[in-house]
């Protein structure tokens, strides 16, 4: 079992849909939680932290749950550029093989 | 600001033969990370540096990999001898002085290698 698993996809959604997706991790000493988002043929790059509290930047909200180990990502008012695979990290190391999501017009 | 530099960008060899990636992380960030990313997977790390010493390398397949950070600040990943599964690319990440929990890692563009 990975240590981290993610929904895998695809998510195929229409522009301006609300879509979600989950992580699970297993190490319950995990103290550092992140989205990374990963465009084709590209590094990844920070989306956001996740805190415990749950944070929003615009239209993304994160939230963490560290008694179930879950990690969520909500994107609302979807855009096409949006389109991209969605990496779950937990600790600061061990990421997940990703979420791919493409929004269509 | 500058981000992460790797080189070369892309990468063919031979099964068997070697070959060394470089990494020059973000002046001042005393953490670097290599990972190996196969396609359709996440990144898997390799070895972590903080300044010139080691602070996990579990991941690291000793008897093909090297990897060393003279003087705290460049890095250079090293395969000896290359295998077809191999073929992947390797991301060095940086990271400031530990500011809490969620510090920022920050990647290079990557080293694409293909092994044939």
């Known amino acids: 079992r990975k240590e981290v698993e993610q929904d895998p996809g695809p998510f195929n959604v229409p522009e301006g849909a609300t879509v979600a997706f989950n992580c699970t991790y297993s190490n319950s000493a995990s103290q550092s939680f992140f989205w990374y988002r990963q465009d084709c043929r590209k590094e990844p790059k920070l989306l956001m932290s996740?805190?415990?509290s749950g944070n929003e930047d615009g239209r993304f909200t994160a939230q963490l749950n560290r008694a179930s180990q879950y990690i969520s990502l909500l994107i609302r008012d979807s855009k096409l550029s949006d389109s991209a695979t969605y990496l779950c990290v937990a600790g600061k190391s061990t990421f997940g093989d990703g979420t791919t999501l493409t929004v269509k017009p | 600001e500058a981000g992460v530099a790797q080189s070369p960008r892309y990468k063919i060899i031979e099964k068997r033969q070697s070959v060394a990636f470089w990494c020059n992380p973000i002046s001042g960030h005393a953490t670097l990370y290599w990972y190996q990313q196969i396609l359709g997977q996440g990144p898997k790390l390799l070895i972590q540096f903080q300044n010139n010493g080691v602070v996990d390398d579990s991941q690291l397949p000793k008897d093909r990999f090297s990897a060393e950070r003279l003087k705290g600040v460049d890095s250079t990943l090293k395969i000896q001898p290359a295998k077809l599964e191999d073929s992947a690319v390797y991301l060095c990440a940086s990271s400031a002085p530990y500011r809490g929990p969620n510090t920022e890692a920050f990647f290079g563009q990557g080293t694409r290698l293909t092994v044939v």
């Open positions: 996740v805190y415990s």
